[in-house]
């Protein structure tokens, strides 16, 4: 199996190296991040024909090693272009979309973990997908559990989808306990270990959020019927209600390779051992005055056009003013209500998809940074 993997210093990245060396694949290309040591590691290991780097200069450290060596954000499209059996998208953030059409176009299926494709162009990526006759795996554990759920079902007997949400870091705090968290406090996942990025959306429940807009797109399924609800075990990924009140549940490790793997081999079952401990289980609803971001991802999801573009932008930009100490933890959900309510909204191209993040983005850091 030749792979390219985007973001392969990441967290997604690093366990689908490690699964690529346990399985032997091929891995075909890579998208390295800053960290050059890290980097010079997997080129050594795993001898990719292909590599994108991030500056110019970093070029000089690889190119003993590896004969082709692309650039920055365009180097990603040219990554993405290149032909292989699938494409694993783990990029973090709005930089992942341009990849995710690039690898479309060039009819390379995708295991995607950038969800962000899917919240700022979901119908975009969604009908290019279908029009190249290319097919889109997701890699989060939520959307491979209702694909495995959905195995040998017609959609079209769907009546709700239940998408399973650990609560993040505060999951037990107050409203009013989260006025002086600091970035240590959020970055410590009850559950899972995950990148910077990700672990402050679940804490402020916008990665729920997302992860309805992304679930809406790829199993066709309408908002009304999406309903995120907490399970702090972590070990049902979600549930799929039938229309004849058949309910199926996907229990897993709490673990992102399966996801990873199931994706890669295209919805087979390969043979992979990694422990299951069977735990009780709970369920209880997750309340929106709690959670506003969770509120307005889906209401953002359900008026569409540029507005969960919108929500997007605003949640990196104010995310990475958080990480940098420069607002406290309820501004995040406060800037994302504010950039939601000035915005006009319109059904966007890709070019106005694109733009308009970045307005967004360079708005809400507003040289802060
Ligand atoms: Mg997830």
């Known amino acids: 199996m030749n792979i390219i993997l985007l973001g392969g210093t990441g967290s997604i990245g690093t366990l689908s190296l490690e699964l690529i060396d346990e399985f032997n694949y091929n891995l075909l290309g890579v998208s390295l991040g800053t960290d050059t040591c890290k980097s010079l590691e997997i080129v050594k290991k795993f001898k990719p024909e292909y590599i994108c780097v991030r500056k110019e200069e970093d070029k000089a450290i690889f190119k003993d090693y590896v004969k082709n060596i692309f650039v920055g954000n365009t180097g990603l499209d040219e990554l993405a272009s290149i032909k292989c059996d699938i494409l694993i998208n783990a990029l973090s953030g709005s930089v992942g979309l341009k990849p995710t059409i690039s690898a479309l176009k060039a009819k390379n299926d995708i295991a995607l973990a950038n969800k962000e494709s899917l919240v700022m162009a979901g119908d975009i990526v969604m009908d290019l997908a279908r029009k190249e006759n290319v097919k889109i795996y997701p890699v989060d554990s939520e959307h491979s559990a209702i694909w495995q759920c959905l195995n040998g079902e017609d959609n079209k007997t769907i009546k709700k989808l239940y998408i399973t949400a650990s609560g993040g870091a505060f999951r037990d705090k107050k409203r009013e306990e989260l006025v002086d968290v600091t970035v240590t406090d959020a970055l410590n996942h009850p559950n899972w270990k995950m990148g910077k990025k990700i672990t402050i959306d679940s804490a402020t429940m916008m ?6 807009i992304e679930a809406h797109h790829l199993f066709g399924v309408s908002y009304e019927n999406i309903k995120p609800i907490m399970h702090k075990e972590s070990i049902v990924h979600s549930l799929v209600l039938f229309n004849d009140s058949n309910m199926k549940a996907l229990l897993a490790p709490i673990s992102m390779k399966e996801p990873i793997l199931y994706a890669l081999n295209k919805g087979s079952r390969v043979k992979y051992d990694n422990g299951f401990n069977l735990t009780t289980l709970h369920f209880k609803n997750i309340s929106f005055k ?23 932008a605003a949640n990196e930009a104010a995310v990475e003013l958080f990480l940098n100490g420069k607002i406290k933890f309820l501004d995040i959900e406060e800037i994302v209500y504010q950039e939601l309510k000035k915005t006009k909204n319109f059904k966007p191209s890709l070019e106005d998809i694109i733009r308009v993040n970045e307005e967004v983005k360079n708005r809400v850091i507003g040289g802060r940074l």
């Open 207 to 212: 990665n729920k959020g997302f992860e309805v």
């Open 290 to 312: 709690r959670f506003p971001c969770l509120k307005y991802a889906i209401e953002a999801g359900k008026k569409g056009g540029i507005m969960p573009t919108v929500l997007q």
